[in-house]
Nanobody, 127 residues
Framework: QVQLVESGGGFVQAGGSLRLSCTAS????????MGWFRHAPGKEREFVSGISWSGANTNYADSVKGRVTISRDNAKNTVYLQMNRLKPEDTVVYYC????????????????????WGKGTQVTVSS
């Protein structure tokens, strides 16, 4: 069983930065792709970014491209999402997810392709 725990969310003013972390327990995730999604009330869960098992490949949603950087530290079993120049519309709950297909270089963006999910961390950006 895999447990994913997100942290780093909080309250920030528009234009500010936050770094989200997702730490896994129960299983080493260094062979698997990881993703970040976000979910606003009344909307579908939205892909934000993903990273391949080695970190060589990344993928970003157009809405965050240029403002967000995903990275991973496999020694710490942790994935990060650095978010800069935050906007009020970035105010949602952010979730990390693990895709347990080993050593895939393809970073997918659909929720159904990910197998485990964290419980989320709230990001609030004031205008």
């Amino acid at each position: 069983q895999v447990q994913l725990v997100e942290s780093g969310g909080g309250f920030v003013q528009a234009g500010g930065s936050l770094r989200l972390s997702c730490t896994a327990s129960g299983r080493t995730l260094n062979a698997y792709a990881m993703g970040w999604f976000r979910h606003a009330p009344g909307k579908e869960r939205e892909f934000v970014s993903g990273i391949s098992w080695s970190g060589a490949n990344t993928n970003y949603a157009d809405s965050v491209k240029g403002r967000v950087t995903i990275s991973r530290d496999n020694a710490k079993n942790t994935v990060y999402l650095q978010m800069n120049r935050l906007k009020p519309e970035d105010t949602v709950v952010y979730y990390c997810a693990a895709r347990l297909t080993p050593h895939t270089m393809v970073v997918v963006s659909t929720t159904g392709d990910y197998d485990y999910w964290g419980k989320g961390t709230q990001v609030t950006v004031s205008s």
